[in-house]
Each structure stands twice: as C-alpha cells, then as structure tokens.
C-alpha cells in the first residue's frame, strides 16, 4: 500500500512548504531566487491557489510529514493566456526518488482536467535528468531552450521549457 496521500494546501502547511523551497534556493539552480523567502513573502505566494481552479497547490503527505508539492499557476499575466498554466513540482531532499513527483503531478494534472486549461508549461534547469524524465513520463515534451537564462552559484545555467496538451 501506498503510504503518499495528495490533497489540496492548507494555511498550516506554510511553514514546510517554504522549508522545502528554501532548501532549493540555498543547494540548487532548480529555482533561480537566491536568497531565502520568509514566511510571510511565501504566504502571499500561497493565497494565489486558495480555492479550486487552473491554479492549484498540491501537496503529497507522508507519514504526517509534507513530503512534497506541486503547483500550477499563471504561465503569463495578459488575459490571452488565461488556458494556459505554468507547473512546477519540489520534493523534500529526504524524499526523491520514491514517487513523490510522480503522485503529485499525476493528482494535479488530473485536477487540472476540469479546468478550462489547453496547455500546461514547465521549466527544467539542466542538468537535472530526473525532472526531465518525471516531465516526459507525463506527456511534457520539450518545445524551446533558454541558453544561459539564469545565474547562479556564480554560473549560467540553461533552460529547458517543456510543454502538454490538457484535454
């Protein structure tokens, strides 16, 4: 049996939401913030998915531990692109390689499914095969690379965007 459960955020999930972020600002190129976020700069990212909708905050329970979560929101602000989303997935350091990303991403692109969204985006920092692969495995398929988009940890890093069609 499965011990992962998915359901929507709550309000008491701030604080492990912004520790798993944080952990990949401070060890990794997978996002681009180079500083910490607060609590509260992260609670105002979080009232961006209150509700049901195309933008949504996932997260996958292990144990009684957030072991993970996934996100789809806004790919751009003009309205032409309101079918469109940007997803976005981050697992605990502790927890990679054990189906986490998967079990998120498939319980939010099912969300998604009865959303007025055509097309859902995401954005992989390469080298990074295994979000490539969760990426893929899921229908992504890559549409356009970002040569040396980003900086951080003193070098350039290059951005892969991938995109699927939602039903």
């Given amino acids: 049996m499965d011990p ?30 180079l500083e ?16 049901a909708g195309r933008h949504r905050l996932l997260v996958a329970i292990v144990g009684d531990a957030i072991a993970g979560y996934a996100t789809s ?8 692109y309101l079918t469109s989303v940007e997803t976005t ?6 927890r990679q390689a054990r189906g986490i ?3 998120l991403y498939a319980a939010l692109l099912a969300a998604l499914a009865g959303e007025d969204v055509h097309r859902a985006y995401a ?15 899921f229908g992504f398929e890559p549409v356009g690379l970002y ?5 951080k940890f003193g070098r350039f890093w290059d951005v892969q965007w991938f995109e699927r069609p939602l039903p």
């Fill in 123 to 137: 954005a992989v920092v390469l080298p990074n095969p295994a979000s490539v692969a969760l990426h893929v495995r």
């Fill in 73 to 80: 929101g806004k790919l751009r602000e003009k309205p032409g």
């Fill in 36 to 51: 910490p976020v607060s609590l509260e700069a992260r609670g105002e990212w979080m009232s961006r998915y209150a509700g």
């Fill in 4 to 33: 992962t459960r998915v359901r929507g955020a709550v309000s008491g999930d701030l604080k492990a939401l912004t520790d798993i972020y944080n952990h990949y600002v401070k060890t990794s190129p997978a996002t681009f913030d």
């Fill in 89 to 94: 997935v981050y697992v605990h350091p502790d």
């Fill in 147 to 151: 040569r040396e988009a980003g900086r």
């Fill in 101 to 103: 990303g998967a079990r």
